[in-house]
């Protein structure tokens, strides 16, 4: 690919994943478009790294909202590629507890939004030069379910169905679609938004781990599966720390 095709569009860029991948694919030579509700923090990232980033605030949850950034994007010129990071988790209730504005809010988020800006995107992603890149940052938790996930490894589940789905849709199309499962990564902002703002919960997720999976890791599977050749396409990836077996296989130390 030349430096005038590898445009790509990052959701979820202002923290964590979305934003290693960010810099993860600037340092590869690829032009960036950063989504992310967070105007300040996107202009912040754009302000560190430089020229090669370019930003949108957007809340794809929203129709206009997604509707108005993609319009500005698609003006800026072709798009190679779209790496969907915007998502979360909230909440760790059991079924019969959990709230439903919780769950409603994990789908609208990590399943609705996904699609709404997936579709979007598609046929600028398809007339690239070689063709496009659809890449989707699932989890491990749309693999394993376990006790008090429910909403979200279902989320989940459906966000590596949506990719799977695709795939097979667009066979003889000049499409790439990509899953991305990571296992327990320790970001700035996600746990302590599962468990709204309790650091202490949020700390004891990672407690005794010893080397969670960084942003920085899960970004460098992104950038490796997206400088494949045009022609090939890396269907899914599982990546976990050495210490995680499974969910419920994780090595802690005491």
């Not at 209730?93 to 399943?111: G, T």
């Not at 890449?135 to 376990?146: F, H, K, M, Q, R």
């Not at 997720?205 to 997206?226: F, H, K």
Request: proline share 4%; with cysteine; hydrophobic share 40%.
């Amino acid at each position: 690919m030349t430096e005038t095709t590898k445009r790509v569009v990052v959701t979820g860029a202002s923290s964590g994943i979305g934003a290693a991948t960010v810099h993860a694919l600037v340092a590869a030579g690829w032009s960036v478009v950063a989504l992310a509700r967070r105007e300040d923090k996107l202009k912040e990232l754009a302000e560190e790294i430089g020229s090669a980033v370019s930003y949108v605030a957007c809340d794809i949850t929203d129709e206009d909202s997604t509707q108005q950034a993609v319009d500005t994007i698609v003006q800026g010129g072709g798009v190679k590629a779209l790496v969907n990071c915007a998502g979360g988790a909230i909440g760790k209730d059991a079924v019969a507890e959990a709230s439903l504005d919780d769950w409603r809010n994990m789908y609208e988020l990590n399943v609705i939004g996904t699609l709404r800006i997936t579709q979007k995107l598609l046929p600028t992603l398809k007339a690239a030069p070689g063709g496009g890149t659809v890449l989707i940052v699932s989890s491990t938790a749309g693999i394993e379910p376990y006790e008090g996930g429910a909403g979200y490894c279902a989320s989940k589940s459906a966000e590596r169905i949506m990719a799977r789905v695709l795939r097979l849709e667009q066979i003889g199309q000049p499409l790439r679609v990509i899953d991305i499962s990571p296992g327990l990564v320790k970001t700035d902002e996600f746990s302590v938004k599962r468990f709204s703002g309790d650091a202490a919960k949020a700390a004891a997720v990672y407690q005794g781990v010893p080397n969670p999976l960084t942003a920085d890791d899960v970004a460098e599977s992104i950038r490796w599966a997206l400088d494949q050749p045009d022609t090939v396409d890396i269907d899914s990836i599982v990546v976990r720390p050495r210490a995680e077996g499974s969910y419920t296989k994780l090595y802690r130390e005491s």
